[in-house]
């Protein structure tokens, strides 16, 4: 049973376009959302993370939108670069584990 | 050291043997996960250690799977009578608190033929 829904689980963008990842999730006790960065052969990164108390978190060309009521965020990736092509996880905890989405590739044309 | 680091990097193994997996955490990180990534697949979570208290084991699959680790140092999973669906990338973790913030390894992938 998947705890955290991801969407899509691929996407092409232009350098320069807007990429938008969606999650979704069930448990109301979650209270931390990460978003993870992986390239082929390394073990994925922290990229941003953000708390319920907030709606959205910027870093950067990174933000992450949070709807607590609906249970959903997402991360949007502006002025994407080919630097950004990579699989970009999802994940959600409520104590010390992490339950995380199945991942989106995005390819960044140049 | 700097990062996690995990050995093997990579592991081709014969369906039936058994193999052992190290991770070295990040020094003064109490807390230590492994987590499985399948081809295209999310991570899932495998098993929890946070300093000396009971490991947190309720994601093994099977009792084909163990893992121990000495203190706050080195880990290692191990996976006995290998079976082809075994075949993953194996990801360790570690965190200073146990609540989120992980740095991950670059894994170990784990072949099954």
């Known amino acids: 049973q998947q705890q955290v829904k991801q969407s899509p689980q691929s996407l092409i963008v232009q350098k320069g376009g807007i990429s938008i990842i969606n999650c979704a999730y069930e448990n109301t006790a979650f209270d931390y959302f990460p978003w993870y960065q992986q390239f082929p052969g390394k073990g994925p990164a922290l990229l941003i993370a953000?708390?319920?108390?907030?709606s959205e978190k910027k870093e950067g060309r990174f933000t992450i939108s949070f709807n607590k009521s609906a249970k959903q965020f997402s991360l949007h990736i502006m002025d994407s670069q080919p630097g950004d092509s990579a699989t970009y996880f999802c994940a959600a905890s409520g104590d010390y584990k992490l339950s995380f989405g199945a991942g989106t590739t995005v390819t960044v044309r140049a | 050291g700097a990062g996690v680091s995990q050995s093997p990097s990579n592991k081709v193994t014969e369906k039936g043997k058994d193999v052992e997996l190290r991770c070295d955490p990040i020094?003064?990180?109490?807390?230590l996960y492994w987590y499985r990534q399948r081809l295209g697949q999310g991570l899932e979570f495998l098993i929890y250690f946070q300093g000396n208290s009971a490991p947190d084991k309720s994601g093994l699959p099977s009792d084909r799977f163990s893992a121990e680790r000495t203190g706050e140092s080195v880990s290692t999973l191990t996976i006995q009578r290998t079976q082809q669906e075994d075949s993953a990338v194996y990801l360790c973790?570690?965190?200073?608190?146990?609540?989120?913030?992980?740095?991950f390894g670059s894994g170990t992938r784990l072949t099954v033929v």
């Open positions: 953000i708390r319920p108390d907030v």
């Open positions: 020094s003064g990180h109490t807390a």
């Open positions: 973790a570690s965190s200073f608190t146990g609540r989120g913030g992980y740095t």
